[in-house]
């Protein structure tokens, strides 16, 4: 099973800044299957990004990722105050499918 | 648009059994694959379960192998998972996720599933 681990667990910044979000696999995620979502409290995740640097559909761009093998990065470029939520990663290269255990993103 | 509602959650005894079901529209269910995920209160997210587009393939975890059942019928736009003997750690937020390009670009609003006595 490929183990997900994100980090930070919890990242405080203010509206306007830049976020960097950081998930690490235990082992190479074949062919960059790499998802990243974002879930606000009481509601179900929303996808943002697929292929480890694709944007979903409807997905404003200061939304980004990157990365391959076993290091992936979500970055938000400017925060807005609806960008503060909790991220999971997840792979989808091997069974069992797994998620990463969360970044919250919280105001400063 | 895309929708997908889950129903059929609810207080369960451990032990106990209880059938979830997860109507869709908006898309070609037969096209897709669909999947089973759960979140525990508090906690974060766990894959449960998925089937493909023809019903011909199924997947479980480890943790519901062998206790849960994933299933289909393309002729009503609905996805099910029928879960039996029942434990307290299965108590979580049940979702249903349409699969695209093997990620999952949509979900339900989800169905909570309580087990105790």
């Known amino acids: 099973e490929i183990v997900l681990t994100q980090s930070p667990g919890t990242l405080s910044l203010s509206p306007g800044q830049r976020a960097t979000l950081s998930c690490r696999a235990s082992q190479s995620v074949g062919s960059s299957f790499l998802a990243w979502y974002q879930q606000i409290p009481g509601q179900a995740p929303r996808l943002l990004m697929y292929?480890?640097?694709s944007r979903a559909t409807g997905i404003p761009d200061r939304f980004s990722g990157s990365g391959s093998g076993t290091d992936f990065t979500l970055t938000i470029s400017r925060l807005e105050p609806e960008d503060f939520a909790v991220y999971f990663c997840?792979?989808?290269?091997?069974?069992?499918?797994?998620f990463g255990q969360g970044t919250r993103l919280e105001i400063k | 648009e895309v929708q997908l509602v889950e129903s059929g959650g609810g207080l369960v005894q451990p032990g106990g059994s209880l059938r979830l079901s997860c109507a869709v529209s908006g898309f070609t269910f037969s096209s897709h694959a669909m999947n089973w995920v759960r979140q525990a209160p508090g906690k974060g997210l766990e894959w449960v379960s998925s089937i493909s587009g023809g019903a011909t393939i199924t997947f479980y975890a480890d943790s519901v192998k062998g206790r849960f059942t994933i299933f289909r019928d393309n002729s009503k736009n609905t996805l099910y998972l029928q879960m039996n003997s029942l434990r307290a750690d299965d108590t979580a937020v049940y979702y249903c996720?349409?699969?695209?390009?093997?990620?999952?670009?949509?979900w339900g609003q989800g169905t909570l599933v309580t087990v105790s006595s």
């Open positions: 997840q792979q989808y290269s091997d069974s069992p499918i797994t």
């Open positions: 996720a349409k699969e695209t390009f093997r990620a999952f670009d949509s």
């Open positions: 292929g480890a640097s």
